[in-house]
């Protein structure tokens, strides 16, 4: 980060409240919605890794949800219209490959979010021991909660749904599909 | 916007317009730190960035190509998905590939030093076949569902585990893709082994077919183990992975699969007869997906769409 900076903040553990007053690079950036999940914000989604201000403009670094997460671009410019439009100068934003992206960055208020518009927020990501990625035969187990009926079981109808992210899945008991965001 | 020409109206303008993986798509890797390990030669890691980012680049086609082919809305769904996380991981391996490469023109002191570094589209769109660094699994054209569902589990089975080990890479680049494309790759094992199973376990004709695809699949895949020396000099620098040990989990998950699908243990592979990938044998199947991938770039080049 430039030596200029002025302002950092992360989406770590551990973030304060927003400041009083003019809102923030940060809350600006936090602000602009998903292009794929207009619902949440990027703040909620997690991918808003670290916003500075600096002398020679607010220095955004994000980190993609997927490798070819298309959505990326947009979120870009989306994300230089913001912080252009707050009157805060010119946005570069970067990108940061590690540490990956994980289900678990989404905030309590996305995951509340995401089922009042029907889709089934991720559960804990999976964690891993040492050794081989288990091989998984067969649909996973999980119970994942109809976000329609509040139904505690559903159906796994496909794995991949309309983005990379989310499969979809039919309620046991309204037969409603829906769709889940799946842990990664 | 004006629509008096629909055509310019569709062009993005920005000054970072690409004619190539979509409009105005910039670079993966901006701001991601380019520095090359110590003690590591930019040739050979360049070199595997292209083995890497090819395999994927050349898959993701191929999956592609199943669009609009597939039995079910959903697997059309599913097989796009997969192809554009391998695009994703293409992306990032051609970009760092063409940064690498720059670094060891400059630290040579070549008469290009100074240049513009080969950028992913360059490396994508304007490369010659036998300028690709493929194993040729990834470019084998399939004759039914089946035959897709026995090369895939292949292809992400042994790319799972290759990506696994790349995440304690001496390369940060290299370890990032790696730690992003296990979750992804953790994924298209899922879905192709559960169609090996359900086809191998299913009825007496896609039991029949299953077995068929697997004995032409699985034999050629020897290629997969087989060591370059690039990677055997990476590995021994700790940035790559040498591809021989990724058999024994390759085996058991074959093994397995096998076993719950009701199909007969794997065959064993075959004795190489064919050039290999990694030096830039290829077969026309290549040339083939070369000419559909590249055939916009290479006519208008530099075109901005």
Redesign the interface.
């Known amino acids: 980060m430039t030596s200029g900076a002025t302002a950092l903040r992360s989406t770590g553990a551990g973030i304060g409240p927003a400041r009083a007053g003019s809102p923030s690079a940060f809350d600006v950036v936090g602000a602009v919605v998903d292009p794929e999940l207009p619902v949440v914000t990027l703040a909620e989604l997690g991918i808003v890794r670290e916003v500075a201000e600096t002398d020679d403009g607010v220095v955004v670094t994000i980190t993609p949800t997927y490798s070819g997460c298309p959505a990326m671009e947009t979120i870009r410019d989306d994300i230089v219209r913001a912080v252009d439009g707050a009157g805060l100068g010119r946005a570069h934003v970067r990108t940061v490959l590690a540490p990956a992206w994980t289900t678990d960055w989404i905030s309590e208020s996305g995951r509340a979010k995401l089922a009042a518009a029907g889709i089934a927020p991720p559960g804990a990501a999976p964690r891993r021991g040492a050794g081989p990625v288990p091989l998984v035969l067969g649909v996973r187990q999980e119970p994942v909660a109809c976000p329609q009926c509040g139904h505690a079981e559903s159906e796994r109808l496909a794995a991949f749904s309309a983005t990379a992210c989310r499969e979809l899945r039919r309620c046991l008991a309204c037969r409603e599909p829906f769709e889940h965001v799946k842990e990664i | 916007m004006s629509f008096d020409d629909a055509y310019d109206a569709l062009t993005d303008h920005d000054d970072d317009a690409r004619w190539a993986y979509?409009t105005?798509?910039?670079d993966?890797?901006?701001?991601?730190p380019t520095a090359v390990p110590d003690g590591v030669d930019p040739a050979d890691l360049a070199a595997y960035c292209l083995m890497l980012g090819d395999d994927a680049l050349v898959m993701s086609h191929r999956l592609q190509q199943w669009v609009t082919r597939a039995p079910e809305l959903?697997?059309e769904?599913?097989l796009?998905?997969?192809g554009?996380?391998?695009?994703?991981?293409a992306?990032?391996l051609l970009s760092r590939a063409g940064e690498v490469e720059q670094a060891g023109i400059e630290q040579a002191g070549f008469e290009n030093a100074g240049g513009p570094a080969r950028d992913e589209d360059a490396l994508a769109y304007l490369r010659d076949p036998a300028d690709f660094r493929n194993v040729r699994l990834a470019e084998r054209a399939d004759e039914d569902f089946a035959h897709l569902v026995a090369r895939l589990l292949v292809f992400a089975t042994w790319r799972?585990?290759l990506l696994?080990r790349l995440t304690s890479s001496r390369d940060?680049?290299l370890?990032?893709?790696g730690?992003?494309?296990?979750?992804?790759a953790?994924?298209h094992?899922?879905?192709a082994?559960?169609w090996v199973?359900r086809l191998g376990d299913g009825t007496d004709l896609s039991h029949t077919r299953m077995r068929a695809a697997v004995d032409a699949v699985e034999p050629p895949a020897g290629e997969l183990f087989e060591p370059h020396e690039v990677e055997l000099r990476l590995a021994a620098a700790g940035v790559a992975v040498d591809p021989s040990a990724l058999r024994e989990?390759y085996d058991?998950?074959l093994a397995?699969?096998h076993r719950?699908a009701t199909l007969p243990p794997p065959p064993p592979f075959e004795a190489a007869t064919v050039g290999a990938g990694r030096d830039g044998v290829h077969g026309p199947e290549l040339v083939e997906i070369l000419n559909e991938m590249q055939e916009l770039a290479r006519a208008v080049p530099g075109g901005v769409w």
């Open positions: 979509g105005g798509f910039s993966p890797l901006a701001g991601v959903e697997d769904m599913a796009a998905n997969i554009l996380d391998l695009l994703g991981q992306r990032l799972l585990a696994d940060p680049v370890a990032a893709i730690a992003k494309g296990v979750k992804e953790t994924y094992r899922e879905y082994a559960g199973v989990e058991g998950v397995e699969v719950v």
